[in-house]
């Protein structure tokens, strides 16, 4: 029996119609009719957040009886500057730790990704002629811009992240270099970060098993993000494809649509108001190929920690239930403030709520393994 992958496409996107679409988004005076009824308000400051729970799983051997928060500690000693802690990674500039706070049982960081000697376009004021022609600033001396941040809490082997701007992947690769930067043995960067489970709702997966995957998210964060992720020929790359064609052949569809340029234009400058949900199964659902089948269980698990925020993970099991991705592995959303002036979380509210959901889980007896 031949078993292969097929993706289907559903969308929905308001308002209906592209006449609808272009007469919604008529501007005056700069913004559009309905921001001009809110008062051309701009996006609050406050940040939806999600705490990932991870654990650092070494290979066999590698560090004989040291945890990671130890190696991390050690670490710090050896680079106590700020200076000392900079490793370069080529997505995200240069990645340090900009506050710490390292006790015995664990250690808090702040770690802050920017890109240097990077010069900021300017746009001219009271400019007596009828075109500006756009001029750059010059880099601040000793500064970046920063891009991203990661704030940690370690303990022993587990570790309670929060990202912005960067992924958990990039996070752990900074680790490998700064253990290294600090002339620990090779095994103690023979690690990664993974999520720790729900316990229950992994059962239920492993006795069930996965049929099917959903993708769910806006054509821009399809572009922008799913389709950024280097995954080669593995599962999660032929999953990432199927997602990106289906993007690709909708957007084709739509285009034949419009009758002129236009409404093409106004297409265009909307796509990232469609929502698209794909979904990927084995020919023959349930009875498709046990390798195929494990190979998308797999592929599904791998995605979750992966997906961009605003792009949903969805897994149905062999028997029907259905599991989104975000219930499989333990973590949490908290609502916090960025700081005025800028665009910074606050440190402080930060560490509140790694520490608030560390002492959630160790009441409920799912920290540590």
Same mark, same amino acid.
């Given at each position: 029996? !031949? ?13 209906? &119609?592209?006449? $609808? ?39 066999? %051997? ?8 130890? @190696?991390? =500690?050690?670490?710090?000693?050896? #680079?106590?500057? @700020?200076?000392? /802690?900079?490793?370069? #990674? ?33 746009? %001219? ?36 992240? @929060?990202?912005?701007? @960067? ?9 490998? +270099?700064? #253990?290294? $930067?600090?002339?620990?043995?090779? %095994? ?25 995957? +959903? ?7 399809? !572009? ?32 034949? !649509? ?18 698209? /949900? /794909?979904?990927?199964?084995? =020919? ?18 791998? #995605?979750?920690?992966? +997906? ?10 062999? !028997? ?20 005025? %002036? ?9 560490? /509140? ?14 920290? &540590?393994?």
């Amino acid at each position: 029996m !031949q078993t292969k992958l097929r993706p289907s496409l559903r969308t929905s996107w308001r308002p209906r &119609g592209i006449r $609808a679409l272009i007469s919604s988004t008529r501007r005056v005076a700069g913004c559009s009719q309905t921001m001009r009824q809110t008062g051309c308000q701009m996006p609050g400051r406050p940040a939806r957040k999600r705490i990932h729970y991870l654990r650092a799983v070494f290979l066999d %051997g590698a560090r004989g009886n040291i945890k990671f928060q130890r @190696m991390v =500690s050690n670490a710090l000693t050896t #680079l106590p500057s @700020m200076a000392d /802690t900079e490793v370069v #990674l080529t997505a995200l500039g240069i990645l340090a730790i900009r506050n710490r706070n390292v006790g015995d049982r664990k250690i808090k960081l702040a770690i802050g990704g920017g890109a240097p000697e990077e010069a900021m376009s300017t746009m %001219g004021l009271r400019v007596r002629r009828n075109a500006d022609a756009e001029a750059p600033t010059a880099p601040p001396n000793n500064r970046a811009f920063k891009t991203s941040d990661a704030f940690c809490l370690i303990s022993g082997d587990e570790i309670l992240l @929060m990202v912005e701007g @960067m992924s958990t992947t990039a996070v752990q690769e900074y680790f490998r +270099r700064l #253990l290294q $930067a600090a002339g620990q043995p090779a %095994g103690h960067a023979a690690f990664e970060f993974r999520p720790v489970g729900d316990q229950e709702q992994q059962e239920v997966l492993a006795a069930e098993g996965v049929k099917e995957l +959903r993708l769910s998210g806006t054509a821009y964060q399809a !572009q922008a993000e799913l389709a950024r992720q280097e995954y080669g020929d593995s599962a999660q790359g032929i999953i990432s494809s199927l997602w990106e064609e289906t993007k690709e052949r909708f957007r084709s569809l739509l285009s034949e !649509q419009v009758s002129d340029e236009r409404e093409l234009q106004v297409l265009a400058e909307h796509w990232a108001d469609l929502n698209i /949900t /794909t979904t990927i199964k084995a =020919s023959g659902g349930s009875r498709a190929e046990p390798v195929i089948l494990e190979v998308m269980q797999n592929a599904g698990l791998d #995605l979750i920690e992966e +997906r961009p925020e605003n792009v949903q993970v969805t897994l149905v099991t062999r !028997q029907g239930t259905v599991m989104a991705g975000s219930s499989l592995v333990l973590g949490k959303y908290v609502n916090l403030v960025r700081q005025n %002036g800028r665009n910074d979380l606050s440190y402080f509210d930060v560490w /509140t709520s790694l520490e608030t959901y560390l002492v959630e889980l160790i009441d409920g007896g799912r920290w &540590g393994g």
